[in-house]
């Protein structure tokens, strides 16, 4: 889990500035409703912001519990490019 976790953030974070680029050619952008309720440039970075801050709890619930993986996600980089912050 924690390798695909951090290569679908990774992905997510290389791609995030793309969405908010006016000049994108619509056969590049993801087709409306790709994600229920999830349409604009906006509501996705809000998602992806969510997402991060749901694995960031889960990282801090989990900590000091041996056997969890959430130690193993990255997501510090993602944190910081959404201006988030490592916490």
């Known amino acids: ?29 993801a087709p409306a409703g790709l994600l229920e309720g999830v349409q604009t440039p906006e509501m996705i970075t809000r998602h ?16 000091g519990t041996p056997g969890t993986r959430w130690d193993d996600v990255d997501i510090v980089g993602a944190l910081l490019k959404m201006g988030l912050g490592a916490r």
């Open 48 to 63: 992806f912001r969510n997402t991060l801050l749901h694995i960031q709890a889960k990282k801090a619930a989990a900590e």
């Open 1 to 29: 889990m924690p390798k695909f976790v951090n290569s679908l953030v990774e992905l997510i974070t290389a791609s995030i500035d793309i969405i908010n680029t006016p000049d994108v050619h619509p056969s590049q952008r």
